[in-house]
């Protein structure tokens, strides 16, 4: 637990607000080293577990109740420095809930701040418990620190994107044609495991096209099943986990001899992040002018409307997370903060290309976290 990150923040809180409740997230991570675990896609539930998480004041240790299961089979019982309370799996949640808030000797009509992250099964709980409160976001309360990265954070970051380049090394040695993306697809999420990660960031994408291969959004069940064969370019999406740090990676890699087209996108992409690289500029630049200025390219080659998104997002303990690379995002670049840079060419039915690595704002400019494949990939 980095007790430095909480003190500060329980400074930001005494301005604002009375208490603080974070359920188990990446802003309960980040404050206190409560470890997420890797989602699953279905819900799961335990007796009790809309009071999970943690209750922050000014002035008090975080106090953390827990169902009997999350805190036994989820090992949380185990973790050191705070004031774990364990829900029976019979017993009563408010009341356990009362207690907790009783200790804390709040004022009347409390200003209670709740993250973003909370459910609307506990929002609805604690209403009738804290019936006279004033809510606010803690997430909110706490975005002036995540946004901003210490070095030490920086290095945490850097190994997670070490581990998702040492997978996709680990996959172009398995790349076949006639492979499924699906095939792709799971040889990259065992390798990001084999090599460190707790699994995937976000759900591993890959975007396929060219004459023959029309580009698919959003149809995994029809995508994951086609035969990859000769000419097609495919576009890798993912990233790996390093102690609760997100990565976010992309490359291009072509099957068969790439045309002149095939090359020319992937050439203009490159240009592309390398301008937005040397536009995000600490102190001096936007997110929006960090937009403009890698988007120009693809735009001034004619091929403008098929840099379908924005730039790039921040990233850190989630992957999306604000500022945004984009127009209208008006913020100003401070040094320490983390984006992705991740032009692309989507053509539906021609050959497309995105490149991916995450970069820091610096004075004079972006600084890359990673930094192979610069060429396109070709496997012939």
Same mark, same amino acid.
């Given at each position: 637990?980095?007790?430095?990150?909480?003190?500060?923040?329980?400074?930001?809180?005494?301005?604002?607000?009375?208490?603080?409740?974070?359920?188990?997230?990446?802003?309960?991570?980040?404050?206190?080293?409560?470890?997420?675990?890797?989602?699953? $896609?279905?819900?799961?539930?335990?007796?009790?577990?809309?009071?999970?998480?943690?209750?922050?004041?000014?002035?008090?240790?975080?106090?953390?109740?827990?169902?009997?299961?999350? %805190?036994?089979?989820?090992?949380?019982?185990?973790?050191?420095?705070?004031?774990?309370?364990?829900?029976?799996?019979?017993?009563?949640?408010?009341?356990?809930?009362?207690?907790?808030?009783?200790?804390?000797?709040?004022?009347?009509?409390?200003?209670?701040?709740?993250?973003?992250?909370?459910?609307?099964?506990?929002?609805?709980?604690?209403?009738?418990?804290?019936?006279?409160?004033?809510?606010?976001?803690?997430?909110?309360?706490?975005?002036?620190?995540?946004?901003?990265?210490?070095?030490?954070?920086?290095?945490?970051?850097?190994?997670?994107?070490?581990?998702?380049?040492?997978?996709?090394?680990?996959?172009?040695?398995? #790349?076949?044609?006639?492979?499924?993306?699906?095939?792709?697809?799971?040889?990259?999420?065992?390798?990001?495991?084999?090599?460190?990660?707790? @699994?995937?960031?976000?759900?591993?994408?890959?975007?396929?096209?060219?004459?023959?291969?029309?580009?698919?959004?959003?149809?995994?069940?029809?995508?994951?099943?086609?035969?990859?064969?000769?000419?097609?370019?495919?576009?890798?999406?993912?990233?790996?986990?390093?102690?609760?740090?997100?990565?976010?990676?992309?490359?291009?890699?072509?099957?068969?001899?790439?045309?002149?087209? %095939?090359?020319?996108?992937?050439?203009?992409?490159?240009?592309?992040?390398?301008?937005?690289?040397?536009?995000?500029?600490?102190?001096?630049?936007?997110?929006? %002018?960090?937009?403009?200025?890698?988007?120009?390219?693809?735009?001034?080659?004619? $091929?403008?409307?098929?840099?379908?998104?924005?730039?790039?997002?921040?990233? @850190?303990?989630?992957?999306?997370?604000?500022?945004? #690379?984009?127009?209208?995002?008006?913020?100003?670049?401070?040094?320490?903060?983390?984006?992705?840079?991740?032009?692309?060419?989507?053509?539906?039915?021609?050959?497309?290309?995105?490149?991916?690595?995450?970069?820091? %704002?610096?004075? @004079?400019?972006?600084?890359?976290?990673?930094?192979?494949?610069?060429?396109?990939?070709?496997?012939?």
């Amino acid at each position: 637990m980095s007790n430095d990150r909480l003190r500060q923040f329980q400074e930001i809180l005494g301005q604002h607000a009375d208490l603080a409740f974070f359920p188990i997230s990446s802003d309960l991570q980040y404050l206190t080293g409560v470890p997420r675990d890797f989602p699953n $896609y279905g819900n799961t539930i335990h007796p009790g577990d809309w009071l999970e998480g943690a209750w922050i004041t000014p002035n008090h240790a975080p106090v953390l109740p827990l169902p009997r299961m999350t %805190a036994e089979f989820g090992g949380l019982n185990r973790l050191e420095g705070l004031d774990i309370r364990v829900l029976g799996d019979w017993d009563d949640p408010s009341d356990m809930v009362r207690g907790i808030l009783e200790g804390f000797n709040l004022p009347a009509n409390p200003r209670v701040a709740i993250s973003n992250f909370a459910t609307g099964e506990t929002v609805s709980h604690l209403q009738p418990i804290l019936p006279d409160a004033v809510w606010l976001s803690a997430t909110k309360l706490l975005h002036p620190m995540r946004v901003l990265k210490t070095e030490a954070d920086i290095e945490l970051m850097k190994e997670a994107g070490r581990i998702t380049e040492a997978a996709f090394a680990e996959t172009l040695t398995s #790349l076949r044609h006639g492979m499924t993306e699906l095939e792709i697809v799971e040889e990259v999420n065992f390798q990001l495991r084999k090599h460190g990660s707790l @699994g995937q960031s976000f759900t591993t994408s890959l975007y396929n096209s060219g004459p023959d291969h029309p580009l698919l959004w959003g149809a995994r069940m029809e995508s994951w099943h086609r035969a990859l064969n000769p000419p097609v370019s495919i576009l890798f999406d993912f990233g790996g986990i390093y102690q609760g740090w997100c990565y976010d990676f992309g490359r291009t890699v072509f099957f068969g001899e790439p045309n002149d087209e %095939a090359r020319r996108v992937h050439r203009l992409i490159m240009e592309s992040q390398a301008a937005g690289i040397a536009a995000l500029k600490a102190g001096e630049a936007t997110t929006t %002018a960090t937009d403009r200025a890698a988007r120009k390219v693809i735009e001034d080659a004619g $091929y403008g409307e098929t840099f379908r998104h924005r730039l790039g997002h921040a990233i @850190g303990m989630d992957v999306h997370e604000p500022p945004f #690379l984009t127009e209208g995002d008006e913020t100003p670049l401070q040094e320490g903060m983390l984006f992705t840079i991740e032009p692309s060419i989507m053509q539906v039915n021609d050959y497309s290309a995105r490149i991916e690595d995450v970069v820091v %704002a610096r004075p @004079g400019g972006g600084e890359k976290l990673t930094h192979g494949w610069q060429d396109l990939i070709v496997v012939d």
